[in-house]
């Protein structure tokens, strides 16, 4: 009998299709990579906290920092109201723990499989290595993943976009495909909306003058207008006016220049730097798999060549750019090498086939060596705020000569007190509160303080260090402290005038 179960367990594995055992492989290291970068605490972007965790957690627990965006208005509810409904489900399964925090990037990772699976199909066509690499590569490559990991509008638009680029790529068009072509590419461009020209041109591209191609990926496209717009009305927002404010504030009056600007060149050193060799071995296998994919090739430049006009550059704003171009890069090398091995033995064949997986896994590695920090910034900061929630007295925290951005805000901190920011001096011109009003007050209205630890001798003698957590500023390292002193809080006014809601409508950030 033991016999016949373990032939039957032996016949049953063999069974298994190999494109269904490589597939499901794949995913699964694809996803396991996702979660492992989850875990570590830090945030690639300040937006990540504050355009999105803290009004996620504003909808989800009622108090949240309000950047400047979303007293505009210039922000829709579509982000937020994902990540809220993660939030919240992670506080109902365990209030006491940080589920709450993690589930929302969980959720954008999960999410991001829609790019590996993509991928996969994108190779299928050619062959089974072919698409088994593209899978691998999409699974594997350190900007897709961590990207995969941080809730910010390009990584989620990314994770829409490239399923239904696939879909209208695809030669076999079915209603239910070009209905979730146009719901997804809806998506895309409601969550980044700057990837609107990039979506126009591979939908021209694909569907042409075919009327009722479009007739059915427009009307997927409304069922995404008809999300985003109760998401908009359930933050408190007439649908989509979202989007006319930001293109009046960032197009007409350039408020984003004044986080920086850039020359036009400036995203091919970016790439340079995240891609390092690999950008000048690139080019000929993504014009490869460009001459079989044109449409997605055309796509990428074209949110390349749209970005590189606006003056305030990011290398987040062209991750579909980069995205794309790894993924057909990986797919022009399969082709390359099944090309290039054709005539070899078969050991030399699927050894040769094998070693071009470990080349990118290597490449992947090799590249994210001095870059992958960048997606786990000011660890510092976040690590201290941890530590002060996990204060059972705390009544009040003071952010002292420390940018508020560099904090995890109310969605890390979890605890409904006040927050006093004291930024660093001059850090925002004459419109920051005047420091000289600074007294004990301030520091009898809280009970905790964060600050480098270099700036501890400033504060009254009852503030002890609590732990101290090294930090990353520039080219220097820095401990970044929690102080605190016994007993409770009292308010007073002088304080107020340093609320951090207060403080940024007061210089306006």
Same mark, same amino acid.
């Given at each position: ?59 989800a627990f009622g108090y949240s920092v309000i950047p400047w965006e ?75 993943? /961590? !990207? =995969?990991?941080?809730?910010? *509008?390009? $990584?989620?638009? @990314?994770?829409?976009?490239? %399923?239904?680029?696939?879909? &209208? ?30 979506i126009i041109f591979i939908s021209l591209f694909t569907l042409k ?12 496209? /409304? !069922? =995404?207008?008809?999300?985003? *717009?109760? $998401?908009?009305? @359930?933050?408190?927002?007439? %649908?989509?006016?979202?989007? &006319? ?54 796509? =990428? ?18 991750? &579909? ?168 809080c009292f308010k007073k006014e002088t304080a107020d005038n340093f ?11």
């Open positions: 009998m033991a016999n016949k179960d373990k032939s039957a367990s032996s016949l049953s594995l063999k069974s298994i299709p190999k494109s269904y055992l490589a597939f499901t492989l794949i995913a699964l290291l694809a996803l396991a990579l996702r979660i492992i970068a989850v875990l570590p605490i830090g945030y690639y972007h300040p937006d990540e906290i504050f355009q999105y965790l803290e009004q996620a957690h504003r909808l979303y007293r505009y208005g210039m922000r829709g509810g579509l982000v937020p109201v994902l990540l809220a409904m993660a939030m919240k489900a992670g506080d109902i399964i365990n209030n006491q723990s940080y589920l709450y925090w993690v589930f929302p990037h969980a959720i954008t990772a999960i999410l991001s499989m829609g790019v590996v699976w993509s991928a996969y199909r994108l190779g299928r066509p050619y062959s089974l290595f072919v698409a088994c690499l593209a899978m691998f590569v999409a699974a594997t490559w350190y900007e897709i993943v /961590l !990207f =995969a990991a941080h809730p910010l *509008s390009e $990584s989620l638009s @990314f994770s829409a976009f490239m %399923p239904a680029a696939f879909y &209208l790529c695809s030669t076999k068009k079915s209603v239910n495909t070009l209905i979730a072509a146009g719901f997804l590419m809806g998506l895309s461009a409601l969550l980044r909306f700057q990837y609107i020209p990039s003058f075919n009327f009722k191609h479009w007739v059915y990926f427009i009307f997927g496209g /409304l !069922f =995404a207008i008809l999300i985003s *717009s109760l $998401s908009d009305i @359930f933050i408190g927002e007439y %649908p989509l006016l979202w989007l &006319l404010k930001n293109i009046q504030q960032n197009l007409l009056y350039h408020r984003a220049n004044d986080y920086g600007i850039a020359p036009l060149y400036g995203y091919f050193l970016d790439i340079g730097t995240n891609w390092k060799w690999l950008a000048l071995l690139l080019p000929f296998p993504i014009c490869v798999a460009a001459y079989r994919y044109p449409a997605l090739f055309g796509a =990428a430049l074209t949110n390349l060549a749209f970005h590189m006009l606006i003056s305030h550059k990011e290398y987040r704003f062209i991750f &579909l750019s980069s995205g794309i171009f790894i993924i057909l890069g990986a797919i022009g090398s399969g082709l390359l090498v099944e090309k290039w091995t054709g005539r070899l033995s078969n050991p030399l064949k699927y050894l040769s086939r094998t070693a071009v997986f470990a080349i990118w896994a290597a490449a992947s590695l090799f590249c994210s060596n001095g870059n992958s920090g960048h997606w786990y910034q000011y660890r510092g900061v976040l690590q201290a705020e941890m530590k002060a929630r996990s204060f059972s007295e705390l009544c009040g925290l003071v952010l002292y000569q420390i940018d508020y951005w560099q904090s995890g805000g109310y969605s890390l901190l979890h605890r409904r007190i006040p927050i006093y920011s004291v930024l660093p001096t001059n850090s925002y011109g004459t419109r920051y509160p005047d420091t000289a009003t600074l007294s004990s007050s301030l520091f009898l209205a809280s009970n905790a303080v964060i600050t480098a630890y270099s700036s501890g001798k400033n504060l009254p003698k009852e503030y002890r260090p609590m732990g101290c957590y090294q930090q990353k500023n520039g080219e220097k390292t820095e401990d970044i402290c929690l102080f605190l002193r016994a007993g409770s609320e951090i809601n207060k403080v940024l409508k007061n210089i306006d950030q």
